[in-house]
């Protein structure tokens, strides 16, 4: 079975470009998890989805952060402008109900220069 | 509240040890209880779960012990081998789907 599949797997762009990560989730896994991944604040939880619509938000830490779920099988995770301090690593995740495990993709390292 | 403070930061266990890791919290409302391996360059993967109704789970030489009055959980690695070196996760959710992650551990194991 295909896990969980997200790219790029590493992005180096310059302050103020646009960045899009993109993700897969698992088959038949109606849940989707955006984390950032940081030394100084470890696994975040940014934003989650249940059948591609946003249920919790909290997380996303400024309006230069969108994403989105166009349907079962993609998401997106937009900064513009982005700035250095976004640098981190962007982890999807996908899970098929209530306290079910969640199943991480192997992230997006993001440099911000 | 919503915090879950994981110990220590970082162990050193020599091969055929045993690696204990420790989490606590103050949230009474959580109810589950997974424990995620990450690799350096992977994501994180789960190892192991518990939830509160149990005091202990074993899978192979993975075990979680629950101390649901305590609000501790631990993770012990029996027979430690230095292909379990990586970097060790606790979390707890309250079945609203969020997991509250704590800081991690990064585990050495010496051959």
């Known amino acids: 079975d295909a896990g969980v599949i997200q790219s790029p797997r590493h992005e180096v762009t310059e302050m103020g470009q646009e960045v899009t990560l993109r993700c897969k989730p698992i088959s038949g896994h109606d849940y989707l998890f955006w984390y950032r991944q940081t030394m100084m604040r470890g696994l975040e939880l940014l934003i989650y989805f249940n059948n591609n619509v946003p249920i919790d938000d909290s997380g996303m830490p400024e309006d230069r952060f969108s994403a989105k779920m166009p349907n079962a099988s993609f998401s997106t995770l937009k900064i513009q402008p982005s700035e250095p301090r976004d640098s981190a690593v962007y982890f999807c995740a996908s899970s098929w109900g209530a306290n079910q495990p969640q199943h991480f993709g192997d992230g997006t390292r993001l440099s911000i220069l | 509240q919503q915090q879950v403070k994981q110990s220590p930061q970082s162990l050193i266990v020599q091969k055929g040890g045993i690696s204990i890791i420790n989490c606590a919290y103050e949230n009474t409302a959580f109810d589950y209880f997974p424990w995620y391996q990450q690799f350096p360059g992977k994501g994180p993967a789960l190892l192991i779960a518990?939830?509160?109704?149990?005091s202990e789970k074993k899978e192979g030489r993975f075990t979680i012990s629950f101390n649901k009055s305590a609000k501790q959980f631990s993770l012990h690695i029996m027979d430690s081998q230095p292909g379990d070196s990586a970097t060790y996760f606790c979390a707890a959710s309250t079945g609203t789907y969020k997991y509250i992650f704590g800081t991690g551990t990064r585990l050495k194991v010496l051959a």
């Open positions: 518990i939830r509160p109704d149990v």
